[in-house]
């Protein structure tokens, strides 16, 4: 039966400047056996915490739901001007993907609307400049990323949720305000592989 190990490093840059590839040299030296290295990442922060499969047990939806947890989809509605922390209550029993929609009550700059997860770590940020009454779309469901339903750029990363509560730095331009509609299905352990 095979055994799986999940190892973590953080890594520090020597200077301030922007990474533009990294390249991943797994080795193994001085040991028999077969060896498989899975879900290689690279993430922001210092701190283990991306929205990925696992390699030992799957998700699954709840098809009743309990005593928090619901069924069906989850969402919630909010107004941000300027920047906010927008606190998600996930009640399932494990992370789960984020679908964002942003909409802009103004005109607004190219990298000035961004999402983030707890203290700015995980961020994603919409690289073109959006109109009033745009609609912005980050979707981890599909993996997409939608201006006016349109494929569009972002820099960062797809949005998640912790199981419980999640804190999440949205930013708009500096006094400027846009509406938000965040959407979510709650999960719970599956089956093991």
């Known amino acids: 039966m095979p055994i799986f190990t999940r190892f973590t490093e953080t890594i520090d840059k020597k200077e301030d400047k922007r990474i533009v590839s990294v390249t991943v040299k797994p080795v193994v030296t001085d040991c028999t056996g077969t060896f498989w290295f899975t879900?290689?990442?690279l993430q922001e922060g210092a701190m283990l915490s991306g929205y990925v499969i696992n390699t030992e047990t799957l998700q699954k939806k709840?098809?009743?739901g309990d005593e928090y947890a619901v069924s069906g989809k989850r969402f919630f509605n909010g107004i941000v001007r300027g920047s906010a922390t927008c606190i998600i209550f996930n009640l399932g029993k494990t992370s789960t993907g984020l679908d964002w929609k942003i909409y802009p009550?103004?005109?607004?700059a190219a990298g000035s609307i961004s999402l983030g997860l707890g203290a700015g770590a995980h961020k994603a940020t919409f690289t073109?400049?959006?109109s009033a009454g745009d609609e912005l779309s980050l979707l981890a469901s599909t993996r997409e990323c939608l201006k006016n339903g349109s494929a569009?750029?972002?820099d960062g990363f797809f949005q998640y949720s912790a199981a419980g509560d999640s804190k999440h730095p949205v930013t708009v331009e500096e006094?400027?305000?846009a509406r938000l509609y965040v959407e979510f299905q709650e999960m719970e352990d599956g089956d093991v592989i």
């Open 128 to 130: 073109k400049a959006a």
């Open 39 to 41: 879900d290689l990442m």
């Open 175 to 177: 006094k400027k305000s």
């Open 62 to 64: 709840y098809a009743t």
């Open 105 to 108: 009550n103004q005109n607004m």
């Open 152 to 154: 569009t750029d972002k």
